[in-house]
């Protein structure tokens, strides 16, 4: 048999190695088939039938969800079930059966074919992937238009799916049944909700291999490698030898890294931190929690933005805020205003096209600008906050004078909502992101506004070094080591302890073991992380002792270069711990 590998996006860390399970999908029509007119309202039973079978379905996979995986995964299917009962949709198939005098599934593509087409010009990524929602709906409900029930695929046997696109409601009842091996598909994101259920399930998944759907068969042997993002197709032998004991290792590895979570997160001399997670859907907040999260340090309430077509309601928002909260509970959920404009262009946000949209109109700039929207969201914000475990975080903010107008606008929904005796934390604690240079400099007069500070260093290294984050031409100069850099980390870090305000690191830059060891050495305590690289983090910290780690960091503040400091770091501490940190590498 033929071998070789494909390269795609790794979504779920792991190793798997079984035999190939193709998923049929459901391909929608292309030849439209007339009915004479007389047959309409036949027709018009026919998807009504359809549609009732599905939202029959929906709710069913939706409690056995709940009762398996818990209330936070069968929150997919609500949304389903809203999509389904959807007016509009139902209006938009009855007019084209009664104006075509068509069948139903001609009336199903059509409007599948409208939303794919919506979807497909929509910039953003997770935006993006929502389509697999509608088509997951749209997809059911086509299905059922046949009146035999199709037989099951291979129930019960451990297979790894390949796929073009694993909808959200296969991934969750293919997945959850634990004979799913690893998932390869063509589509996919980090962001899709597939990608984030094979995480929470501990499936190995690489996504977006464009066509691996087409280029085996049933009964071939795969390779998945969700940690490098690769895909072997009927590898020889060696390399089957190779991949297990690779497995092996990760599997121990995994195992004891998760024992972490339960351990207290303190250094070798007993310095206490906090690893905590940066999420963008509230389903993710279980599983940081059960990483070892201390509670939510960065909640990007832009994604809320992502789910729908429409501008989110008041409620839309609050919703959200306050089931995080509650899940949360009593940890902290720092939940960021919107972070949009920029490369974030939302259709319904009505963002002009700017020429550099990396210096424009972003995050609080755009808040600013349209107050009535930012209200709606600050309400919701506070309403959230009645548990007192609610805190405001403000993106990109480049002077006091942001600050001044956003506790003013902060004080005016305050008022609104004590008028109304609608209940919140009036104390909520209110923090900046600094993430724009000028506002790192000023660090000593911002810090005496706010209650705390998150630094995004994701953006600050970028406008610091003057480097593209996402420019695969330059990144050989994106550097968190870079002198520089920790120059400015070490002065808006020891001015935030010395005033006594709450200083949280939410980049990537906190993911990275050699440089969460270089923050810690600077007096940095609170770092926030993408939930899947805690164990790694806190596993590192707890091995080093914090005097060394100051000492060492201060040494290496005298070096020239990136290569150096890190070079220094490395010689002085992970050489010492080479269990702790060469494992670190793994995940
Ligand atoms: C950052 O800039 O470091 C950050 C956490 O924000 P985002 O990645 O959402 O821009
Ligand atoms: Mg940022």
């Not at 929690?289 to 077509?309: C, K, M, P, W």
């Amino acid at each position: 048999m033929y071998y070789f590998r494909l390269r795609g996006i790794g979504v779920s860390p792991g190793i798997a190695l079984g035999e190939v399970l193709l998923t049929e999908r459901v391909i929608f029509t292309e030849r439209k088939e007339s009915i004479s007119p007389h047959k309409v309202e036949e027709e018009l039973k026919r998807l009504k039938k359809a549609i009732k079978r599905t939202r029959g379905q929906l709710t069913q996979i939706k409690e056995q969800i709940k009762e398996k995986m818990g209330e936070e995964y069968s929150f997919i299917f609500e949304a389903h079930l809203l999509i389904l009962e959807g007016k509009s949709l139902h209006a938009n198939f009855e007019k084209i059966i009664k104006e075509e005098n068509c069948r139903a599934e001609w009336a199903l593509s059509r409007v599948h074919d409208k939303y794919d087409k919506l979807f497909e010009s929509l910039k953003d990524e997770y935006f993006k992937q929502r389509k697999s929602d509608i088509t997951d709906v749209l997809a059911r409900v086509y299905r059922n238009l046949e009146s035999v029930d199709r037989k099951r695929e291979d129930e019960g046997i451990e297979k790894i799916l390949v796929s073009h696109e694993l909808l959200p409601s296969e991934a969750a009842v293919k997945l959850s049944k634990g004979n799913v091996l690893a998932v390869a598909l063509d589509m996919g994101g980090q962001t899709s909700h597939t990608a984030i259920l094979a995480r929470s399930l501990d499936v190995p998944a690489v996504v977006g291999l464009h066509n691996i759907s087409q280029k085996v068969k049933n009964g071939d042997t795969l390779i998945v490698d969700g940690t490098a993002g690769e895909v072997l197709v009927n590898p020889p032998l060696a390399i089957r030898k190779e991949f297990l004991s690779k497995k092996q290792k990760y599997n121990d590895y995994r195992k004891e890294l998760r024992k972490t979570a339960k351990l207290s997160s303190l250094t070798l001399d007993d310095v206490s931190f906090s690893p905590l997670a940066n999420i963008e859907l509230p389903e993710e907040v279980n599983l940081a929690l059960s990483l070892g999260a201390e509670g939510i340090g960065l909640f990007r309430s832009e994604f809320i933005y992502f789910q729908s077509t429409s501008l989110p309601s008041e409620e839309d928002h609050f919703s959200i805020y306050s089931r995080i909260a509650k899940e949360a509970y009593p940890h902290p959920v720092y939940i960021r205003t919107v972070d949009v404009g920029g490369e974030k262009n939302l259709p319904q946000l009505k963002i002009e096209k700017e020429p550099n949209p990396a210096l424009g109109l972003r995050a609080i700039r755009f808040s600013l600008r349209d107050k009535d929207l930012f209200k709606i969201q600050l309400r919701a914000i506070l309403r959230a906050s009645i548990h007192k475990n609610v805190k405001i975080l403000f993106p990109m903010i480049t002077e006091i004078e942001e600050v001044e107008e956003v506790k003013l606008l902060l004080r005016e929904v305050k008022d609104g909502l004590k008028t109304k005796r609608i209940k919140f934390d009036e104390k909520i604690p209110l923090g900046v992101m600094i993430e724009v240079p000028a506002a790192a400099a000023i660090t000593d007069l911002l810090v005496k506004e706010v209650d705390y500070l998150s630094i995004g260093t994701n953006d600050l290294i970028q406008y610091y070094l003057a480097v593209d984050r996402s420019n695969e031409f330059v990144s050989y100069l994106y550097k968190p080591l870079h002198p520089s850099v920790l120059r400015l980390l070490k002065f808006i870090i020891e001015t935030a302890n010395r005033e006594g305000k709450e200083i949280t690191v939410c980049g990537e830059m906190a993911a990275d073991p050699l440089s969460a060891i270089a923050l810690l050495g600077l007096g940095l305590k609170k770092f926030s992380m993408n939930p899947i690289f805690i164990p790694r983090i806190k596993k590192a910290l707890r091995s080093v002792e914090h005097k060394t780690v100051k000492r060492v960091i201060q040494k290496a503040m005298t070096l020239r270069t990136a290569q150096e400091i890190e070079e220094c770091i490395i010689e002085n501490i992970l050489a010492k711990h080479p269990k702790a940190f060469l494992m670190g590498q793994v995940i």
